[in-house]
């Protein structure tokens, strides 16, 4: 189909041709962005979605956008306890638990539509040479003591327990069930070496003592003030999130530092790890330790760079050309603002450091949290079983994303902004113009009249529409500069929602295409520009919902413009216009809070009185062939009734929560699980019931 649009230097987004790397150029504005490494043995739900990785997509692809070097990494961080004690728990190696878990992130971000330009792993030489080097590093600067200190040490293992390899009675509290770095019940955190009675993860036979062990300690007490003047510059020139170590004032806030940094172990007694590099001449006490976790897990930011490309120090040493910004949750500040830098400054060399620290509090869920135990919460790729597109689920997370307080996650609310924002505002503003152009131009943009280029503020008939839309436009580029994604999002549903209304005030219909062509000309021309301008604005939110609009208007991605311009011009032929959006049935909440609301005993269904016509004084026999035959008829009465969507979705769960009683039959008879197994069939009563109801008012 023929495109017209208009050629000038930067319309257009600059795309990197497939196996280019992505490099900085000196003198250019480079954007170095990572999410914080997901642990690899579990799997993320919405919450660590939002907080960093879908977070970090979003303002990559704005300043790819703007046609800036950008370059987004991340990757599954796997090497320490936490993996050794998940890998002993399903009876595989760590390196087989990471590979299965590495490939449910993927699997996860991708549905998600993440545009990760390299999304890799810790485990890796590369990981491990780099992680090295900086160890040694900081043991030739004077930056590493060796410390003794007790340690809970199995005796029949023959090896020293790491915390979460050890549980015992809390001191504190009394729970039998504490693990050796916390107690889940009094949420106080304890050394391992305080258990009561402690206990071997492996086996809780064997005999758990207190020995010595010897370990390399990070002197965070040196640096200390290398760190809090680097912390002051940087805040400053890059305008951290108002929840991290130093407040609005300049003030450091961070308990750590205000009463004294102390030295930080950066070796463990693991065998899932980074070797510690022990040199001839060195302490040889090190030998068959690895790297604290928490010392190299930061290291995969450079290490899983350097796996991308061999030329990773062009981003990682350019501290002068490279801005990096770095996106996590709230719980993982510390290691970001103060410990990490401070491993930086130690090493020595011209480490590209936080420009800006973009942190989010909690999503939580539904009056709750999120629980993997107990199932409650949308987790990894369950997520597209809800059949909300990846487009919708980007929207809503964003417009709730916590990023001064924590926020709540609601099925009403997100189909509310389904089918309120998206289907009638943003969706509605561009299905509407769209088919005008197809159905009375021939779908070929008319000449309208204007020039090619910026449309004047001053326009004798859109003078206001223009420069609302270019006062907008502003609002959108300084609320993503400054990384407030939330209020960016909101901006573009402004601008969509303000061309509702130029279409409204306009009066675009047939009858204006009649009496003034050359006015319908005009606003169909500008509405269409609009559009172009709105793929792009919406692309770092929804890419999938700006690829459909590009289809549709059949141009080029282009960049975010400064002001409203005609680059779209006559003689253009747009292609098919189709709805961006569906409506989702509101009564849908309800079936997804029972699909993803956990195993919570679900309530006794109250008795039907609808359901059945057992006369007083019939048989026992009599009676349920009564019950039976008005099933029976009830359910052939429903099946001649179309199914919707929800309802095949309220089957499904049925469906689900059959197999799950039958699944609990099989198990060996316990008073557990016939617990389990009563409970699981009053949830299936309860969803056949609501079923039944459901069906029964689709037919009224």
Same mark, same amino acid.
């Given at each position: 189909?023929?495109?017209? &649009?208009?050629?000038?230097?930067?319309?257009?987004?600059?795309?990197?041709? %497939?196996?280019?790397?992505?490099?900085?150029?000196?003198?250019?504005?480079?954007?170095?962005?990572?999410?914080?490494?997901?642990?690899?043995?579990?799997?993320?739900?919405?919450?660590?979605?939002?907080?960093?990785s879908?977070?970090?997509?979003?303002?990559?692809?704005?300043?790819?956008?703007?046609?800036?070097?950008?370059?987004?990494?991340?990757?599954?961080?796997?090497?320490?306890?936490?993996?050794?004690?998940?890998?002993?728990?399903?009876? &595989?190696?760590?390196?087989?638990?990471?590979?299965?878990?590495?490939?449910?992130?993927?699997?996860?971000?991708?549905?998600?539509?993440?545009?990760?330009?390299?999304?890799?792993?810790?485990?890796?030489?590369?990981?491990?040479?780099?992680?090295?080097?900086?160890?040694?590093?900081?043991?030739?600067h004077?930056?590493?003591?060796?410390?003794?200190?007790?340690?809970t040490?199995?005796?029949?293992?023959?090896?020293?327990?790491?915390?979460?390899?050890?549980?015992?009675?809390?001191?504190?509290?009394?729970?039998?069930?504490?693990?050796?770095?916390?107690? !889940?019940?009094?949420?106080?955190?304890?050394?391992?070496?305080?258990?009561?009675?402690?206990?071997?993860?492996?086996?809780?036979?064997?005999?758990?003592?207190?020995?010595?062990?010897?370990? @390399?300690?990070?002197?965070?007490?040196?640096?200390?003030?290398?760190?809090?003047?680097?912390?002051?510059?940087?805040?400053?020139?890059?305008?951290?999130?108002?929840?991290?170590?130093?407040?609005?004032?300049?003030?450091?806030?961070?308990?750590?530092?205000?009463?004294?940094?102390?030295?930080?172990?950066?070796?463990r007694?693991?065998?899932?790890?980074?070797?510690?590099? %022990?040199?001839?001449?060195?302490?040889?006490?090190?030998?068959?330790?690895?790297?604290?976790?928490?010392?190299?897990?930061?290291?995969?930011?450079?290490?899983?760079?350097?796996?991308?490309t061999?030329?990773?120090?062009?981003?990682?040493?350019?501290?002068?050309?490279v801005?990096?910004?770095?996106? @996590?949750?709230?719980?993982?500040?510390?290691?970001?603002?103060?410990?990490?830098?401070?491993?930086?400054?130690?090493?020595?060399?011209?480490?590209?450091?936080?420009?800006?620290?973009?942190?989010?509090?909690?999503?939580?869920?539904?009056?709750?949290?999120?629980?993997?135990?107990?199932?409650?919460?949308?987790?990894?790729?369950a997520?597209?079983?809800?059949?909300?597109?990846?487009?919708?689920?980007?929207?809503?997370?964003?417009?709730?994303?916590?990023?001064?307080? #924590? +926020?709540?996650?609601?099925?009403?609310?997100?189909? /509310?902004?389904?089918?309120?924002?998206?289907?009638?505002?943003?969706?509605?503003?561009?299905?509407?113009?769209?088919?005008?152009?197809?159905?009375?131009?021939?779908?070929?943009?008319?000449?309208?009249?204007?020039?090619?280029? !910026?449309?004047?503020?001053?326009?004798?008939? !859109?003078?206001?529409?223009?420069?609302?839309?270019?006062?907008?436009?502003?609002?959108? &580029?300084?609320?993503?500069e400054?990384?407030?994604?939330?209020l960016?999002?909101h901006?573009?549903?402004?601008?969509?929602?303000?061309?509702?209304l130029? $279409?409204?005030?306009?009066?675009?219909?047939?009858?204006?295409?009649?009496?003034?062509?050359?006015?319908?000309?005009?606003?169909?021309?500008?509405a269409?520009?609009? &559009?172009?301008?709105?793929?792009? $604005? %919406?692309?770092p939110? @929804?890419?999938?919902?700006?690829? +459909?609009?590009?289809?549709?208007?059949?141009?080029?991605?282009?960049?975010?413009?400064?002001?409203?311009?005609?680059?779209?011009?006559?003689?253009h032929?747009?292609?098919?216009?189709?709805?961006?959006?569906?409506?989702?049935?509101?009564?849908?909440a309800?079936?997804?809070? /029972?699909?993803?609301?956990?195993?919570?005993?679900?309530?006794?269904?109250?008795?039907?009185?609808?359901?059945?016509?057992?006369?007083?004084?019939?048989?026992?026999?009599?009676?349920?062939?009564?019950?039976?035959?008005?099933?029976? +008829? +009830?359910?052939?009465?429903?099946?001649? =009734?179309?199914?919707? /969507?929800? =309802?095949?979705?309220?089957?499904?769960?049925?469906?689900?929560?059959?197999q799950?009683?039958?699944?609990?039959?099989?198990?060996?008879?316990? !008073?557990?699980?016939?617990?389990?197994? /009563?409970?699981?069939?009053?949830?299936?009563?309860?969803?056949?019931?609501?079923?039944? #109801?459901?069906?029964?008012?689709?037919?009224?």
């Amino acid at each position: 189909m023929a495109q017209n &649009i208009r050629q000038a230097e930067g319309i257009l987004r600059t795309i990197p041709k %497939v196996g280019e790397q992505i490099l900085p150029k000196n003198g250019e504005e480079n954007v170095l962005i990572t999410s914080a490494l997901p642990y690899c043995n579990n799997v993320p739900h919405l919450g660590n979605i939002i907080g960093s990785s879908l977070s970090a997509d979003v303002f990559a692809r704005y300043n790819r956008t703007r046609n800036r070097r950008t370059l987004y990494v991340c990757g599954t961080d796997e090497y320490g306890t936490a993996t050794e004690t998940q890998a002993l728990k399903e009876k &595989i190696t760590p390196r087989e638990l990471c590979d299965k878990y590495n490939a449910v992130h993927v699997e996860t971000y991708k549905w998600f539509d993440l545009g990760f330009d390299y999304f890799g792993r810790t485990s890796t030489p590369l990981h491990t040479d780099i992680s090295q080097e900086i160890y040694l590093n900081l043991q030739d600067h004077g930056y590493l003591e060796k410390q003794n200190k007790d340690q809970t040490y199995c005796e029949q293992c023959n090896k020293f327990l790491a915390d979460r390899f050890v549980e015992g009675t809390c001191p504190h509290c009394g729970s039998n069930d504490a693990r050796g770095d916390q107690c !889940d019940s009094c949420t106080r955190t304890i050394d391992a070496t305080e258990l009561i009675n402690p206990r071997c993860l492996i086996d809780k036979t064997h005999t758990v003592v207190t020995r010595v062990s010897s370990h @390399m300690y990070l002197k965070l007490d040196a640096i200390q003030p290398q760190t809090e003047a680097w912390i002051r510059k940087s805040w400053k020139e890059g305008k951290w999130s108002p929840n991290s170590v130093i407040n609005g004032d300049g003030e450091l806030v961070d308990a750590r530092l205000k009463q004294g940094m102390r030295p930080s172990p950066v070796t463990r007694d693991l065998t899932w790890g980074v070797p510690v590099p %022990v040199r001839e001449g060195d302490d040889q006490s090190m030998a068959g330790k690895v790297l604290y976790v928490w010392f190299e897990a930061c290291i995969g930011y450079p290490s899983i760079t350097a796996n991308y490309t061999p030329e990773w120090k062009q981003w990682w040493f350019n501290h002068e050309n490279v801005r990096l910004y770095q996106f @996590m949750g709230k719980d993982n500040v510390y290691f970001h603002t103060i410990f990490f830098p401070s491993v930086q400054i130690g090493d020595g060399r011209p480490w590209t450091t936080l420009h800006h620290l973009s942190t989010t509090e909690y999503l939580n869920y539904e009056g709750g949290k999120f629980s993997k135990t107990h199932n409650r919460g949308v987790f990894g790729p369950a997520a597209k079983e809800a059949g909300i597109p990846a487009s919708v689920w980007r929207y809503y997370l964003i417009s709730v994303r916590p990023e001064t307080a #924590d +926020a709540m996650f609601s099925w009403a609310d997100c189909i /509310a902004a389904n089918n309120n924002v998206l289907l009638n505002n943003f969706g509605n503003f561009v299905n509407r113009t769209l088919k005008f152009v197809s159905a009375n131009y021939d779908g070929v943009i008319p000449d309208s009249g204007d020039a090619a280029g !910026d449309l004047s503020p001053n326009d004798e008939n !859109d003078a206001e529409f223009i420069s609302d839309v270019n006062g907008l436009l502003k609002d959108y &580029i300084d609320a993503m500069e400054a990384v407030k994604l939330r209020l960016g999002l909101h901006t573009v549903m402004l601008i969509s929602a303000r061309g509702n209304l130029y $279409l409204q005030s306009s009066g675009l219909s047939k009858a204006l295409m009649t009496e003034n062509p050359k006015r319908c000309a005009q606003v169909v021309s500008r509405a269409v520009n609009l &559009i172009y301008v709105l793929s792009a $604005l %919406v692309h770092p939110f @929804m890419p999938a919902t700006s690829d +459909a609009i590009l289809s549709q208007i059949n141009a080029p991605e282009r960049s975010v413009p400064l002001v409203l311009g005609n680059d779209i011009l006559p003689g253009h032929k747009i292609g098919t216009p189709d709805h961006l959006f569906k409506k989702i049935d509101e009564k849908m909440a309800e079936v997804f809070k /029972a699909k993803f609301g956990g195993n919570q005993p679900a309530p006794s269904p109250e008795p039907n009185a609808d359901a059945t016509h057992v006369a007083p004084g019939m048989s026992k026999r009599k009676a349920e062939a009564a019950k039976k035959a008005a099933a029976k +008829a +009830a359910a052939a009465a429903l099946d001649a =009734v179309p199914k919707t /969507a929800e =309802v095949l979705a309220w089957e499904q769960k049925v469906a689900e929560q059959g197999q799950l009683v039958r699944d609990l039959k099989e198990k060996p008879k316990s !008073d557990e699980t016939d617990k389990e197994i /009563a409970t699981a069939v009053e949830g299936l009563k309860k969803l056949k019931t609501e079923l039944a #109801d459901y069906q029964k008012q689709a037919q009224q």
